[in-house]
Structures are given as C-alpha cells and as structure tokens.
C-alpha cells in the first residue's frame, strides 16, 4: 500500500516561546512531515522569523484575517495526501504523525480523525492544568464515533478537505470552525473517528479572564448558535444528558444558597443540591483526585461548579437570543 503523505499546517499569530516548542516537537518526530506549513496570521512577534528557523514554508499576512482563513490558505499550499491541523501552543509526540499515517493506512474509508490532549499540560498554574485535563478527560470517555473535527489536532483526507469546501471563513475566532467543518463532515456521510492514544500536550497558559472570555465568547455563544442553526445537537467532547442536569442543579443550590439568608431550610435544600452535583460528577472529579491529588480535586469542584453557572447562563442567552432574531425575521 502506498505511503500517504503528510502536510502538517499551523496557523500562529505571536506565537512566542510555545510555538518554538511546537516546532521544535515536530523536527524530533519519528516520522517528519513531507510538508511543513506555517500560516502567519498578522503577528508582532516575528513568529515567521521562527518559522524559517524550522525550514517552513511561510504564508505570511500583515494583518489578521481569522483562524479559518489561514488554515484555509495552508491547506491550498499543501501538497499532501493528508493535512494534519495543530495549533501553535501544542507539542506532538515523537510517534503522533506516525500514528496519523497509520489509521488512515489501515482504514481506507477514514476521513478524517481527531486526537486528544495528554495528561501533562505543559503550564503549572492550576486553571490550565484543570482546563487541560478536563478536557482530556473529555477527549478520553467521548465515542470513537466523532462528529466534531478539532484543529488542534486533526487530520484530514485533501481530496475531502476541498470536497467539503474546506473551513467556513466567517468564524474568524477558534473553536467554532472546526466544529462546523465536523458538522459538514458528518452531513456528507464521511467518517470520522476519535483516536484517543494520537495526544498533543497543552501550553497555554489560561487565567480567570481569559479562560472565562474565551469560553463564553469563542465557545458557548457561537457554538450555541451553530447548534440551535443545525437543528442537532454534538455530544463529542461533553458529558452528555449529566451537564445538563448539572447547571440546573447548579442554579437550584445558588438559589437556595441566597435563599437560606430568609429561610434557613433552603440551606439543608442547598447542602443536598451540591451532594447531588457531587454523585452526579463523580466520575471526573474522582479523575482529578486521581491526577492531581485532593486538593486540587477540591479546587476543580469549586470551578466547576462557577463553569456551570456562567456556561449555563451564557447557554441560555445564546439560545434566547437566536430565538428572538429568528422570531423577529419571520415578523418581517
């Protein structure tokens, strides 16, 4: 069978000490690219400059057009049989390409397939290692059955890439494109797995205001719409029908937490919301316990819970307000 080739394409925009690292991962791999493509995406930080360092073939814009787009223009540089996506803030492992050609050489019906982060995020301060993990966590009990692509570390066939249009270029920001490219995937009748041992480790650095930012704005709201749009929902990466009941019981025990101030009685209703939210999330809190030990456990329960509670409120404005835009249109 013949040997597939591999285009390996990043997109960056002041990628710093973490995209040299990047790079730095992919010349140590077992089976090098037979294309490396790096899309400069308006940077100040002469990232392209780094980019040549590593022998990359650099498409360069002076200005930022979106993730989409450069990921787009990568792909047309490309040459190869297969585009594999990584972000610029990942490290590969010394097999992970080898490990890309691999499924695509056993299975000739695969698509496209999606891998996962590691357990050792390459940050130390507690929100990435918690961000990180869970969605390692994620990435390791979702079906094999994937409906989402992830450009973080996702490889796709060329031929589908172009068949299906490539990224949709409006979602200038992450964490949206690759999911509608997944949902066109999933459409056209491709298929696409989720190989759970092809891992990349995690750099960045998250903190509160910018997790919570880019959570909300760059995830939950776009996603809400894509969604709602769609008419479907995604379960890939998600704890599927328990995050549901999770941010109701979020809300319950908040309510009756500021209630238990008039009414006492709605503290011993709180205590026992929080205990459910406890049975309920044992299964990735224990995960944590196991990872990291009890303290930070304990610490990731608390966060989780405050997640809860903004990602359900900023679910539920997502979904008013697509609501509310489709019933003025139809009005007009």
Known sequence: MKRPTISVIIPVQNGGENFRRCLDSLRQSSRQPDDLIVVVDGDIDGSWEVAKEFKAKVVRYDSAAGIAHARNRGAQSAQADLLFFISADV?????????????????INLAALVGSYDDQPGADNFLSQYKT????????????????????????????????????????QPYVEDFELGYRLK????TMR???????????????????Q???FHQILPRTKLILSQGQSMN???????????????????????????????????IATMLGLLVINQRVYRFFWHKRGALFAF???????????????????GTATYRWRQLSTSVD
């Open 194 to 212: 989720l190989a759970r041992h092809i891992q990349v480790k995690h750099l960045k650095c998250w903190r509160p205001d910018s997790l919570i």
């Open 133 to 172: 993990l869970f969605l390692h966590y994620l990435h390791q009990i979702s079906s094999e059955k994937a409906s989402a692509f992830w450009g973080t570390c996702g490889a796709i066939r060329s031929e589908v890439f172009k068949a299906v249009g490539g990224f949709d270029e409006r979602y200038r």
């Open 214 to 216: 880019a959570e909300i």
């Open 91 to 107: 490290t590969v492992g010394c097999h992970t390409i080898l490990d890309i050609e691999k499924a695509f050489q056993q299975d």
């Open 299 to 317: 610490r990731a329960v608390l966060w989780h819970w405050f997640y809860l509670l903004y990602g359900g409120a900023a679910f539920a404005y």
């Open 236 to 270: 890939d990466f998600s704890l599927e029908g328990t995050s549901r009941l999770s941010v109701l019981l979020s809300f319950v025990a908040l309510l009756c937490l500021l209630g238990g101030f008039a009414n006492a009685l709605l503290w011993i209703i709180a």
């Open 187 to 190: 459409r056209g009748g491709y």
